[in-house]
């Protein structure tokens, strides 16, 4: 799969909710980062659903590169 544009040099942190359902963007496109606002649309790039299992910070990929999604993998730290 492609890997979005970057939209961030590291991880956002995120204080997820037990049971809620997320959408993380993979376009990298988002002005609601790291969250899908349909920017995608007419494009390869779906956003990935993520259903938290608990209450907890959770840090997802800015940079789009992750090989983890949606999840930060420490890619942006690769060159």
């Known amino acids: 799969m492609t ?3 970057k939209a961030g040099e590291g991880p956002l942190a995120v204080e997820v909710e037990k049971d809620k359902s997320y959408y993380w963007c993979s376009c990298g496109q988002s002005k609601k980062q790291p969250f899908c606002d349909g920017s995608h649309k007419g ?3 779906t956003p990935v659903a993520y259903k938290a299992e608990e209450t ?3 840090f997802f990929c800015a940079c789009k590169q992750t090989n983890n999604a949606p ?3 420490g890619s942006h ?3």
């Open 3 to 5: 890997k979005g544009q």
């Open 43 to 45: 494009t390869e790039f």
């Open 71 to 73: 999840f930060c993998d």
């Open 77 to 79: 730290n690769k060159k």
């Open 56 to 58: 907890k910070k959770m």
